[in-house]
């Protein structure tokens, strides 16, 4: 019941299209659900967040999507960016119980020029 | 401001032997994190403090993992002995408490330092 699951594993998008990246929980006692960008050798770094109160929330080019009832959210790229060539984490956590994040598989993104 | 330092960046150690890794949080973050990245992998929490008690350790592997937190600042995470399993990026990340209007609380963002890739042969 703690784990997250990401979809793909891996994606090629050309420069200037849309990248989607998908996530599903299972434990609704979560509440806080960031998204976390991690360059090769780089710790991972947070892209955008996003609490259960709100559906949408967007930050210039990354908006999150988030479904309460089917408890899944999902990451959105538009016009992606050759520098937005990264490894993409979805994670999960009780926001008030000490930001623990459960964090998904990964999304390994490749933006062709 | 100074972000999350740790060393050593690259560890290479026989089965068997011991490592130990380091550290520093970002000033004045009171809740540190020790993850662990193993290769295309999401990272996986090993142990939380907040300043220098133990919040959460349910996944570290006691029989060969510790960590330390003293003086709630820096921290060690020790792993003897090693196994060849536990080849991965350690990551630290630490996380800032602030006063709102209802009393203590965290933000959400975690801070991570780059890691410490460990390989064990």
């Known amino acids: 019941q703690q784990q997250v699951k990401q979809s793909p594993q891996s994606l090629i998008v050309q420069k200037g299209g849309i990248s989607i990246i998908n996530c599903a929980y299972e434990n609704t006692a979560f509440d806080y659900f960031p998204w976390y960008q991690q360059f090769p050798g780089k710790g991972p770094a947070l892209l955008i967040a996003?609490?259960?109160?709100?559906s949408e929330k967007k930050e210039g080019r990354f908006t999150i999507s988030f479904n309460k009832s089917a408890k899944q959210f999902s990451l959105h790229i538009m016009d992606s960016q050759p520098g937005d060539s990264a490894t993409y984490f979805c994670a999960a956590a009780r926001y008030n119980q000490g930001g623990k994040l459960i964090f998904g598989q990964g999304t390994e993104l490749s933006v062709k020029p | 401001e100074a972000g999350v330092a740790q060393s050593p960046r690259y560890k290479i150690i026989e089965k068997r032997q011991s490592v130990a890794f380091w550290c520093n949080p970002i000033s004045g973050h009171a809740t540190l994190y020790w993850y662990q990245q193993i290769l295309g992998q999401g990272p996986k929490l090993l142990i939380q403090?907040?300043?220098?008690?133990?919040?959460?350790d349910s996944q570290l592997p006691k029989d060969r993992f510790s960590a330390e937190r003293l003086k709630g600042v820096d921290s060690t995470l020790k792993i003897q002995p090693a196994k060849l399993e536990d080849s991965a990026v350690y990551l630290c990340a630490s996380r800032p408490t602030y006063q709102g209007s209802g009393g203590t609380s965290n933000t959400g963002e975690l801070f991570f330092g780059e890691g410490s890739r460990l390989t064990v042969l």
């Open positions: 403090f907040q300043n220098n008690g133990v919040v959460d």
């Open positions: 996003i609490r259960p109160d709100v």
